[in-house]
């Protein structure tokens, strides 16, 4: 069973986007009661470097890298309420997940 759960947010810039997915994302996980989930945000350019030590990438760009975690693309967030809520339950789904590793 896994202790901590990372998850990796990025954007375009690493500032706007990622933020508010964040905040939405902390929401989300508080309301499901999870404990020690630990969200990094940063640039979709800066993803290589930064994905070390990641349990799970959300990100709301279309990536052509594939990596050895999971990817969501969270682009629905952003939209509106339906695609948020799917987007959200499908990250809650992810981290409860990994935290069963």
Known sequence: MKEKVTI????????????YLKEEIEDRIKQEG???VKIVLCRVSDVDEAISGADLLVTTVEMKATYSIPMIRALGIMLDDKAAK???DQIVDEVKKIMQE
């Open 34 to 36: 999870l404990k020690n």
């Open 8 to 19: 990796l947010c990025c954007c375009g810039a690493g500032i706007c986007t990622s933020n």
């Open 86 to 88: 799917k987007a959200l």
